[in-house]
T-cell receptor, first 111, second 115 residues
Framework: GQSLEQPSEVTAVEGAIVQINCTYQTSGFYGLSWYQQHDGGAPTFLSYNALDGLEETGRFSSFLSRSDSYGYLLLQELQMKDSASYFCAVPSLDSNYQLIWGAGTKLIIKP | SQTIHQWPATLVQPVGSPLSLECTVE??????LYWYRQAAGRGLQLLFYSVGIGQISSEVPQNLSASRPQDRQFILSSKKLLLSDSGFYLC??????????????FGPGTRLTVT
């Protein structure tokens, strides 16, 4: 089976750096995606890691270590608008057409 | 550019009433289409997905059904709503080519309350 674990909540200060972790238990692996969802809104795609290492996109970076079954999303220079829930997701091993989603991490940013 | 429309934005329905939610995508052809449900403060539960017209795969046994009458139209239906059907319903699309599922694009969602 496949499952993803994320912390339910993370708190950080405006202007700081925060890391949101995602660990997965699966017998195979094809890559890790990250999505952002503001309260009341729809998820939006942030990044995808197919290979090990760090992928940077502006203030957001995503890291993957397939040997450790671990990834994280790194947010730098935090802004109040980054307050949201963040979900990691991996492709299902049982289907070519669906993602398996983590339960999400609520990021709370304090001024 | 691609756009995904979903309506209505909010809906309050009594138990036992029917449901029809519609989703359309513009600016792409033969997309993969998805219906998700999200309970408050929870993750995404995949309900249905479709890789082509008339092709529907169901992930969760329930009183809901889906149809794809046109390439870029996806409909979620129920004949009789249950209280447990309340939630935030999200339609999404992804490119059909290999690797496309990693990037899914979501509609604005429908917040359904069954009373």
């Amino acid at each position: 089976g496949q499952s993803l674990e994320q912390p339910s909540e993370v708190t950080a200060v405006e202007g700081a750096i925060v890391q949101i972790n995602c660990t997965y238990q699966t017998s195979g692996f094809y890559g890790l995606s990250w999505y952002q969802q503001h309260d009341g809104g729809a998820p939006t795609f942030l990044s995808y890691n197919a290979l090990d290492g760090l992928e940077e996109t502006g203030r957001f970076s995503s890291f993957l270590s397939r040997s450790d079954s671990y990834g994280y999303l790194l947010l730098q220079e935090l802004q109040m608008k980054d307050s949201a829930s963040y979900f990691c997701a991996v492709p299902s091993l049982d289907s070519n057409y669906q993602l398996i989603w983590g339960a999400g991490t609520k990021l709370i940013i304090k001024p | 550019s691609q756009t995904i429309h979903q309506w209505p934005a909010t809906l309050v329905q009594p138990v036992g009433s029917p449901l029809s939610l519609e989703c359309t995508v513009e600016g792409t052809s033969n997309p993969n289409l998805y219906w998700y449900r999200q309970a408050a403060g929870r993750g995404l539960q995949l309900l249905f997905y479709s890789v082509g017209i008339g092709q529907i795969s169901s992930e969760v046994p329930q009183n809901l059904s889906a149809s794809r009458p046109q390439d870029r139209q996806f409909i979620l239906s129920s004949k009789k709503l249950l209280l447990s059907d309340s939630g935030f319903y999200l339609c999404a699309w992804s490119e059909a080519q290999s690797g496309g599922i990693y990037e899914q694009y979501f509609g604005p969602g429908t917040r359904l309350t069954v009373t």
